[in-house]
C-alpha cells in the first residue's frame, strides 16, 4: 500500500521560513516524478511545483518562484519543499503528489497518489 505522509507545517510569520516534508513508503520514489500542491477552502487545488525522478529537473509556480525550492532524497525517499519569504497568500493545505513521469505537472488529476496534506498559515 503506498503511503506520502506530509510533515513540517505550521503557523509562522510573514517574511518566515518553513520546510515540508513528504515522506512515501510503499513507493519506489526513485521511479516516479513528484509534485507540491495547495488549497485553500473553497478553492481549486493549485500546482506550487514539481521535480523529476533524479532531482534534476524541476518546475514551480510563478506566485513561488524563487522563493521555494523543490527537492528530494531518493536514499531517504523522502521530498522537500523549502518556503521562504512566506506570506499571508501562501496560506493553505499543502499537499504532496507521485506520478510516473513529469508530463503535465500541473495537472493535479494525473497524479497517481496523494498525501494527507499539512496545514501551513501565514500570519501578517
Known amino acids: 500500500q503506498v503511503q506520502l505522509v506530509e510533515s513540517g507545517g505550521g503557523v509562522v510569520q510573514a517574511g518566515g521560513s518553513l520546510r515540508l516534508s513528504c515522506a512515501a513508503s510503499g513507493l519506489t520514489l526513485s521511479s516516479s516524478a513528484m509534485g507540491w500542491f495547495r488549497q485553500v477552502l473553497g478553492k481549486e487545488r493549485e500546482f506550487v511545483a514539481a521535480?523529476?525522478?533524479?532531482?534534476?529537473?524541476?518546475f514551480y509556480a510563478d506566485s513561488v518562484k524563487g522563493r521555494f525550492t523543490i527537492s528530494r532524497d531518493n536514499a531517504k525517499n523522502t521530498v522537500y519543499l523549502q518556503m521562504n519569504r512566506l506570506n499571508p497568500e501562501d496560506t493553505a493545505v499543502y499537499y504532496c503528489?507521485?506520478?510516473?513521469?513529469?508530463?503535465?505537472?500541473?495537472?493535479?488529476?494525473?497524479?497517481?497518489?496523494w498525501g494527507q496534506g499539512t496545514q501551513v498559515t501565514v500570519s501578517s
Open positions: 521535480i523529476n525522478w533524479s532531482g534534476s529537473i524541476t
Open positions: 503528489a507521485a506520478k510516473s513521469s513529469l508530463n503535465s505537472y500541473t495537472n493535479s488529476a494525473l497524479y497517481d497518489y
